[in-house]
């Protein structure tokens, strides 16, 4: 929660976070129409990229509708993640934030090399 917690502290006040008890889905919703409904009324899409999120069809699902919806991504590298596990059409389209390097922010682009990056 420490991610909400920050958007909230920078005034994004309409969240949804999916896990989140207040914000994100509640028993017994179909989880699939609310992910679609939040997506459909947000401006911005956050994805935290990590191996799992690499290798489970929803969160490409997700990515792709968020695509097809013309929102805004951006995506953050939480766990080490090979851009070969990535959907191409993440990794050539968007720069993505490494935040695994442990001080600092890093941008990666699948064009670039890690060595290339700032």
């Known amino acids: 929660m420490a991610l909400r ?28 129409a609310e992910l679609k409904r939040a997506a459909e009324r947000c401006e ?35 766990a080490p993640t090979p851009f070969a596990e990535l959907p191409t059409e993440l990794t050539a389209e968007y720069q993505l934030v490494d935040l ?3 001080s600092g922010i890093t941008r990666r682009n699948s064009r670039r090399s890690p060595a290339a990056n700032p």
């Open 5 to 32: 917690d920050w958007l909230l502290g920078q005034g994004f006040e309409d969240l949804f976070l999916d896990l989140d008890p207040e914000r994100g889905l509640k028993a017994g919703q179909k989880w699939q």
């Open 44 to 78: 911005l899409v956050i994805f935290l990229v990590s191996p799992e999120w690499a290798a489970s069809k929803w969160c490409a699902a997700e990515f792709f509708l968020a695509k097809s919806l013309n929102k805004r991504i951006f995506g953050v590298l939480v």
């Open 100 to 102: 695994t390097k442990g």
